[in-house]
């Protein structure tokens, strides 16, 4: 895992702040990574296990210190010869996550498939993609709201209810946005393919 | 226990965004205060402040007698239940429940007590060895309360605690909360967007937007005397009916026209008006969904407030049905919440009668009430 403030406040602080208020069994390590950020080796097998760890600590470092950070949580490795690619994964899933996904503090390797093959993709691909279903005005389509619209829709795996109480807004809101998407672009996001597509393009 | 007040709190952020504008509030100790309000109306910032997780701007705030501007969240003395109630996976409910006091140093003894007392109270003393993933997601919530209470803290704060439950499961822990508050006898500050949450938890409401405070009084007194459009608009579900009308003198009477239809408005709500000067202009009327009617008794009742309307849709909710009305001089449907076993069904013309001992009255430009109390 590697943590992060999310303000530019002394990093040596937030070192200080884990090693006195993060849970730390016996094996689990504390390391600065000279850049402002704190490298936590955790012990455990199982990664939702790991990344609720991360949750908590980032909730306890909020409310015990006042301190507000973010995560990057990699996946599970072996031996110490693997932890450099775990830190790179960490780093990989906290800079994701900072560009596509501001509103979620704790970001995991492992969750971020979609993002991968995204930037992976031909540029030309890209734009055409891009062109296809944003026309020649993506900021126009991809607003601040419908941004957010489409993550929460997404978090609450398509489903209208969950995804409208968590943005505290009316279903009918919810649907009325989700038309005014599928005018736009042609993508409904009630369906699985499309969701899927528009979700590639939040992250091109 | 405490006080909380806040005088003149501002929060501007970079960019210079204000997102709280002169908030003041006085709160009793033990009061339970509920701030409600759309989402970015600066609700959520206040109780950031409150709790030290925000900078104050500008303003002071005291907890008791203390000013706090500059105190670190954990020596507020406060407590704060998070919308996001993470709990360490490898932890039992019992050492998620301790953790705050085991960084506090508290004896085991008095850890142990205190979490037990707590359990206890929230009945969970039967789950205190499991761990977080053997719970459902009101146990979780009942233990990051748990987590709250044996602080046993001046004041607790709530951000939003109900949101990630189901509707169910939402309404039970609203009730569970508030037999808490009077359990523990504590001041409560609690942040919600839920109306319906403020009206049945708080003891008063605080009503914001745009970081701005719009209203702070009882449930009942915000329902029955909304100080502006706004607060009348966003207490009560279905919301308040608004109607642009014109106040004109016709004999005796003061009558309030829109379209076709002519309501008059009875002497006493005259009397009440802030300046008579409003009668010969325009003004915004409105009446809540409830204090419209269908029934013959209550047409004979209100002969002088009757609107010929087509019902355009009905929705029976067993206990009441809503009626979704049209009129002339009407942008929008009226609501009205009338008896189940009315007769009026979709396609039908029918008069209402509005109840005028219920209407509100307010200024066309501020939207402020021009009813005193």
């Known amino acids: 895992m590697v943590f992060q403030r999310e303000d530019d406040a002394s990093p040596g602080r ?61 996946d599970v490795h072996g031996g110490p010869e693997e932890w450099p690619a775990g830190y790179r994964e960490a780093l990989a899933a906290l800079e994701t996550g900072e560009r596509l996904h501001r509103l979620s503090p704790v970001q995991i390797y492992g969750r971020q498939t979609l993002e991968r093959i995204a930037e992976s993709l031909d540029p030309a691909l890209r734009a055409q993609l891009v062109k296809r279903f944003l026309k020649d005005s993506p900021e126009a389509v991809l607003t ?47 369906k699985f393919e499309d969701a899927a597509v528009f979700r590639l393009l939040l992250m091109m | 226990m405490a006080s909380v007040s806040l005088q003149h709190i501002y929060k501007v952020y970079s960019g ?12 009793e100790d033990k009061e339970f205060i509920v701030l409600v309000g759309p989402s970015g109306c600066g609700k959520s910032t206040t109780l950031r402040m409150v709790a030290g997780l925000e900078e104050i701007s500008d303003g002071e705030l005291y907890i008791g007698d203390k000013l706090v501007n500059d105190v670190a969240p954990k020596d507020r003395d406060i407590a704060m239940v998070f919308q996001n109630y993470a709990l360490y996976p490898h932890m039992t409910v019992f050492d998620n429940m301790a953790f705050g006091l085991k960084l506090r140093k508290t004896p085991k003894d008095e850890i142990k007590r205190r979490v037990e007392e707590a359990a206890k109270i929230l009945d969970i003393a ?19 309360l748990g987590r709250a209470i044996v602080r046993e803290p001046k004041v607790f704060l709530f951000d939003e605690p109900l949101s990630n439950l189901d509707a169910k499961l ?25 109306q319906t949450e403020a009206m049945t938890m708080a003891s008063r409401i605080v009503v914001m937007k745009d970081g701005v405070v719009q209203q702070v009084d009882t449930p009942q007194n915000l329902y029955d005397y909304p100080t502006n459009e706004f607060v009348a608009g ?30 008059v408005v009875p002497s006493f709500k005259i009397a009440k008006f802030t300046d008579e000067s409003y009668i010969g202009k325009e003004v915004v009327m409105g009446i809540r969904p409830e204090n419209i009617h269908d029934s013959e008794e209550k047409l004979a009742e209100f002969s002088t407030a009757t609107v010929d309307v087509d019902v355009e849709v009905t929705e029976q909710m067993g206990s009441e049905t809503y009626l979704y009305l049209t ?3 009407k942008e929008g449907n009226i609501v009205a919440r009338v008896d189940p076993r009315t007769t009026s069904r979709a396609g039908n013309k029918i008069k209402i009668a509005l109840d005028v001992n219920r209407l509100h009255f307010f200024d066309k430009e501020t939207e402020k009430t021009i009813l005193n109390r």
């Open chain 1, 14 to 74: 937030l070192a200080a702040q884990l090693r006195e208020l993060a849970p730390l069994e016996e094996r689990d390590l504390l390391a600065e990574d000279g850049a402002g950020r704190v490298l936590m080796i955790k012990e455990g097998t199982d990664p939702g296990e790991i990344a609720e760890f991360a949750s908590a600590l980032v909730g306890t470092l909020e409310s015990e210190a006042g301190i507000r950070t973010r995560a990057g949580v990699s």
């Open chain 1, 144 to 190: 601040a709201e419908t941004r957010e619209t489409a993550e929460r829709f997404f978090e609450a795996d398509l489903n209208l209810s969950v995804a409208a109480r968590q943005m505290f807004i009316h279903r009918n809101t919810l649907t009325y946005r989700l038309d005014r998407i599928q005018r736009e672009t042609g993508l409904d996001l009630r």
């Open chain 2, 16 to 27: 210079n965004v204000t997102a709280v504008s002169d908030f003041c509030l006085d709160i």
């Open chain 2, 126 to 144: 039967h789950l205190l060895n499991r761990k977080p993933k053997a719970l459902s997601g009101g146990q979780r919530q009942r233990v990051a």
């Open chain 2, 170 to 194: 939402r309404v039970a822990m609203r009730t569970e909360i508030t037999k808490l508050h009077q359990r523990l006898q504590t001041t409560f500050i609690y942040v919600t967007h839920d």
């Open chain 2, 234 to 263: 966003f207490i009560g579900s279905p919301q308040m009916n608004f109607f642009n009308v014109r106040l004109e003198k016709e004999g005796q009477d003061v009558v309030a026209k829109f379209g076709n239809n002519k309501i």
């Open chain 2, 327 to 329: 009129t002339t001089g």
